[in-house]
């Protein structure tokens, strides 16, 4: 079956959860389509997997665009969600151009990273039939004004400002909301709070689908120590197909992510 937007709301409504993957090349797109991942996420953590670089600020949306279009060509069924790379939206005119750019290239929906702020934005690519996603809470974009790649959201004044901020993006029309990074109890708070889908990484067992970077989930990792949530699905598979069914699998009975994949309030 085809994914939709629709298809996606269904879901949440029925509690039946969605797994979602990065994919950056026609090759993986595939596998993902065919081992039943409903959204393929072209994801800017290409700078940092695909190429090399120490950061998601140096990707460009020509970079973006040929991803995009690489995954597009090989897609049977996914949805494809594009990132609009750094300095790409930073007002309404320029994320509607950018936009426009990735759907071109064969992307469903854009993501971009951010709060409030971005409601114009978001109500403006709407109005022009480009569906959207806002990616909250560690948005690595922001990696410099956080100070590094940390949790956030802790504490009740940080989780009731990231709370109100996603309400004001799902009123401005966001089709999707990704939490990245979050407590796990505030990410439960929010997915409960908004009629869209919310996707996790790093949030928890309780939004309604999680994604995860397709290098980690394989344990490609060049020697640096993975983050907290992440899990090897690769080990006891004979393939990277078994590896993707294993993680759908895992994300549609509840079983990833576990405890000791989540971030409390404390640590
Ligand atoms: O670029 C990316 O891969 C992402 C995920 C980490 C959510 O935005």
Not at 103 to 120: I, N, Q, S, T
Not at 214 to 220: A, P, S, T
Request: a negative charge; aromatic letters at 6%.
């Amino acid at each position: 079956m085809t994914t939709t937007l629709h298809r996606l709301r269904q879901m949440k409504q029925q509690g039946q959860r969605f797994a979602c993957i990065t994919a950056y090349d026609a090759s993986f797109a595939w596998l993902a389509a065919t081992a039943g991942i409903e959204v393929l996420l072209v994801g800017d953590s290409l700078g940092m997997v695909v190429q090399g670089q120490s950061s998601t600020l140096p990707v460009t949306l020509t970079d973006m665009a040929y991803h995009t279009a690489c995954v597009a060509r090989a897609n049977s069924s996914s949805l494809i969600m594009a990132d609009l790379p750094f300095m790409t939206y930073s007002d309404e005119r320029q994320a509607l151009d950018s936009a426009a750019q990735l759907m071109r290239a064969g992307a469903h929906l854009v993501k971009l990273e951010g709060g409030a702020w971005l409601a114009p934005s978001v109500e403006h690519l709407r109005r022009n039939g480009i569906p959207v996603c806002a990616h909250m809470g560690l948005t690595p974009q922001s990696v410099h004004v956080f100070g590094g790649y940390r949790v956030q959201g802790r504490g009740s004044e940080a989780g009731q400002r990231l709370l109100s901020e996603a309400r004001t993006l799902v009123a401005a029309g966001a089709d999707l909301l990704l939490l990245e990074c979050v407590p796990r109890d505030l990410a439960a708070m929010i997915t409960q709070a908004v009629e869209i889908p919310v996707i996790g990484i790093g949030a928890g067992p309780d939004t309604d689908a999680q994604v995860l970077v397709m290098h980690d989930l394989l344990g490609i990792d060049r020697g640096h120590k993975p983050a907290r949530f992440v899990k090897n699905f690769l080990h006891g598979e004979d393939g990277i197909l078994g590896a993707f069914r294993a993680y759908a699998a895992a994300v549609r009975d509840g079983s990833y992510p576990s405890d000791e994949h989540c971030f409390s309030q404390n640590a």
